[in-house]
C-alpha cells in the first residue's frame, strides 16, 4: 500500500510538469517529428554529404570522408564508421557517427550524451567525443561523432548473447572484469557533478523525492505519448511509482543503462577499452544503476546455477564490492522501487517506444525494434513480481 | 490453400538463409542482422500464426473479466461507465481480430483511467490493486510464452509451448 512521505523537499506526485527541461524537450520534439517520417535509413553518400557539410561548417578545410562503414549493434542509433582526413590532419582519423533516427526505442539527447561522455572520458575509458550537434542544426538530425574505440563487449569465443548484448557468457573472463565494472560503477557515482558547469542536464533536489518523480515523469510521458494498446499492469505501476517515491537524499550521476553489453573490452587481456552509450545518463538516484545492473534479463547463471550480476558475480558479492568500492550503501527498500522503475522503464521502451515508432516507420530498423518490443511482457511479469514483494 | 502459409514461411527462410545472407559481405554486418532477425520472425510467426486470432480473443476475454472483477468494488463514479464498456465489449464479435483489437483499446483505456483515479484524486481499491496483478499476472505469462521463441526471457525453460498454452 502507498507509503506516506512528507519532506520539505517534496514535490506532488502527480504533478506532470515536474521534469528535468531537456528531458521535456527531447519528449516534446519527439512528438512534434513524428508524423514527418517515415524514416530511411541513410545511404553512405549521403552520409558523406552530411559529413561534409558539418565540418565545413566546423571550419575544417580539403576535408575528406572515406571509408563510411555502417556499423551494427545497438538498438537505438543509426552508426557508421568513417575516416576524416583534413588539412590540419592529413593522416586522418577513425570516426564514429552515431545520429538519431526519427524514433528509436528510447528518445534521448546526443547533446548530453556528449557533454556526459566527454567529461567522463577524465575519469574512465569511454569513447572520446569529437563533435556533437545536439539538436541537428548543422548535421540534419542530432549526433555525436565519437572517436574509434577497438574491442568487443562480449568474447568473441565461446560467449552467447543476444540482441543489443543481453544475457551475454563470460567465461574466463569473469575475474578480470567484474572489478573493472564495479570500479565503473562506483567511478560514476563518486563522480562530482556539481563542478562540472553541465549545460545540458539539470539536477533534482536532494533530501526529497523529486529525483524519482522525475523519472516517473520522464517514462510515463513516454507511454502515454507512445499509446499502442492500455496495458493496465504498466497503469498500475505507474500509480505504485508515484505513491511510493522514495527521498534521494544526495543526487548522483546516474549512467543509467550501465550494463556489461555497455563495457567494451579487449582481448585475450579483458581490459576495458570503453562504458558505451551514456544517451540515458542523468542525475538522480545510485539505486536507479544498482537496479539496472541487477536485472535478470543483463544477467546470466553460472555453471553452477547461481545467477551472477550483469554475467558477473552473485547479487550478494555484487552488493558487498560495490559498496566498498563506491562508499555508498545499498538501501533495500529504495533499491526495490528502482527495481519497479526499470521494470517500468523496459516495459514502457519495448511495448510503447519500440511499438510506436515501429508503427510510424520512423526507425532505420523496426525489425530490431519489433524482436525487443517482444519482451515486453517479461518486463510486466516483473513488475507483478516486484509490487506484490512490496 | 496451396500453396500453405507454412509452405511459404519456409521458402523464404530458406531463400534468406541460403541465398540472401551468403550473398551480403563481411561489411555488411546491420543488413545481415537484420536478415537473421528477419528469420528469427518468421519461424516464430510460423509457430504463431494459426492461433493468432485465438491469442488475441484470449487476451480480450482475460480483459473482459478483469473489468466484471473490478465492477463490483470501483468508485461509484465509475461504475456505469465500466457497465457499459463491459456490455460493448461482450457484444464483439471475437473472430474478427481488427474489432477485437479495437475493442481492447475501447475497454483497456477505461481501465488505465480507474487504475489511474483521475491523476490519484480517486482512491484505488486494494480489490482492484490484486484483481489487476492477478490479470497481469496471467497475461504476462501468455505473452511470454507466445513470445518465448525470441529467446530474451531469462525464464523461457519454465514455459509451456503455444499449442499447450492454447489447449490449456
Not at chain 1, 529504495?334 to 515508432?357: S, T
Not at chain 2, 472483477?69 to 460493448?88: F, T
Not at chain 2, 474478427?96 to 483497456?108: F, M, S
Amino acid at each position: 500500500m502507498p507509503m506516506t512521505l512528507a519532506s520539505r523537499e517534496d514535490v506532488d506526485v502527480w504533478d506532470r510538469s515536474e521534469m528535468e527541461p531537456r528531458i521535456r524537450h527531447i519528449l516534446e520534439r519527439t512528438v512534434r517529428l513524428r508524423d514527418t517520417g517515415p524514416y530511411r535509413p541513410k545511404s553512405d553518400a549521403e552520409v558523406m554529404a552530411m559529413l561534409t557539410g558539418f565540418f565545413a561548417a566546423k571550419g575544417l578545410e580539403e576535408i575528406a570522408i572515406s571509408d563510411v562503414e555502417r556499423m551494427s549493434g545497438g538498438a537505438s542509433k543509426e552508426q557508421f564508421a568513417f575516416t576524416l582526413n583534413h588539412r590540419e590532419d592529413p593522416q586522418g582519423e577513425r570516426l564514429v557517427l552515431r545520429m538519431d533516427p526519427l524514433e528509436a526505442i528510447a528518445q534521448t539527447c546526443r547533446g548530453r550524451e556528449g557533454e556526459i561522455q566527454a567529461i567522463m572520458g577524465n575519469h574512465m575509458p569511454v569513447a572520446p567525443v569529437r563533435w556533437f550537434d545536439a539538436d541537428g542544426d548543422l548535421l540534419g538530425q542530432p549526433a555525436v561523432i565519437l572517436g574509434f574505440v577497438r574491442g568487443v563487449t562480449q568474447p568473441s569465443e565461446g560467449g552467447s548473447g543476444g540482441v543489443s548484448g543481453m544475457g551475454g557468457r563470460l567465461g574466463s573472463l569473469i575475474d578480470r572484469l567484474a572489478p573493472q565494472y564495479i570500479d565503473a560503477l562506483a567511478t560514476t557515482h563518486r563522480f562530482d557533478w556539481s563542478r562540472a558547469r553541465l549545460r545540458f542536464f539539470d539536477a533534482p533536489r536532494g533530501g526529497g523525492n523529486q529525483a524519482a518523480i522525475w523519472q516517473v515523469n520522464w517514462w510515463s510521458q513516454v507511454w502515454w505519448d507512445c499509446l499502442v494498446e492500455p496495458v493496465p499492469v504498466v497503469a498500475l505501476a505507474e500509480r505504485w511509482l508515484r505513491e511510493n517515491a522514495p527521498v534521494c537524499d544526495r543526487p548522483m550521476l546516474v549512467h543509467g543503462d550501465l550494463r556489461m553489453g555497455n563495457f567494451m573490452f579487449e582481448e585475450p587481456s579483458g581490459k576495458f577499452t570503453a562504458v558505451l552509450d551514456w544517451e540515458l545518463a542523468h542525475i538522480g538516484d545510485f539505486h536507479e544503476d544498482i537496479a539496472w545492473t541487477m536485472q535478470k534479463l543483463f544477467g546470466a547463471w553460472g555453471d553452477d546455477g547461481v545467477f551472477l550480476v550483469s554475467g558477473l558475480l552473485p547479487r550478494d558479492d555484487f552488493v558487498t564490492q560495490y559498496e566498498a568500492a563506491s562508499g555508498n550503501r545499498i538501501d533495500p527498500v529504495r533499491l526495490h522501487y528502482y527495481e519497479v522503475l526499470n521494470a517500468y522503464k523496459c516495459a514502457v521502451m519495448d511495448l510503447g517506444q519500440a511499438m510506436r515508432a515501429s508503427i510510424a516507420s520512423n526507425n532505420h530498423q523496426e525489425v530490431v525494434l519489433t524482436w525487443l518490443g517482444s519482451a515486453g511482457a517479461v518486463f510486466l511479469s516483473h513488475i507483478v513480481q516486484l509490487i506484490r514483494k512490496g | 490453400m496451396l500453396p500453405s502459409i507454412d509452405l511459404r514461411i519456409s521458402n523464404i527462410i530458406k531463400a534468406l538463409e541460403q541465398v540472401v545472407l551468403p550473398a551480403l559481405t563481411g561489411r555488411e554486418r546491420l543488413a545481415r542482422d537484420q536478415v537473421n532477425l528477419c528469420i528469427g520472425h518468421l519461424r516464430m510467426i510460423a509457430q504463431q500464426w494459426r492461433w493468432a486470432a485465438a491469442f488475441e480473443a484470449g487476451s480480450f476475454q482475460a480483459m473482459i473479466a478483469l473489468a466484471e472483477e473490478m465492477q463490483p468494488v470501483v468508485d461509484p463514479g465509475y461504475a456505469e461507465e465500466l457497465a457499459q464498456a463491459i456490455a460493448s465489449a461482450k457484444a464483439v464479435e471475437g473472430r474478427d481480430l481488427a474489432e477485437v483489437e479495437h475493442a481492447i483499446v475501447a475497454l483497456g483505456g477505461l481501465i488505465d483511467r480507474i487504475i489511474l483515479g483521475e491523476d490519484g484524486k480517486v482512491a484505488l481499491a486494494p480489490a482492484v490493486w490484486e484483481a489487476v496483478l492477478d490479470y497481469g499476472e496471467k497475461q504476462a505469462l501468455r505473452e511470454r510464452t507466445w513470445f518465448a521463441a525470441t529467446g530474451l526471457d531469462p525464464d523461457r525453460q519454465e514455459l509451456p509451448s503455444i499449442a499447450g498454452m492454447m489447449a490449456g
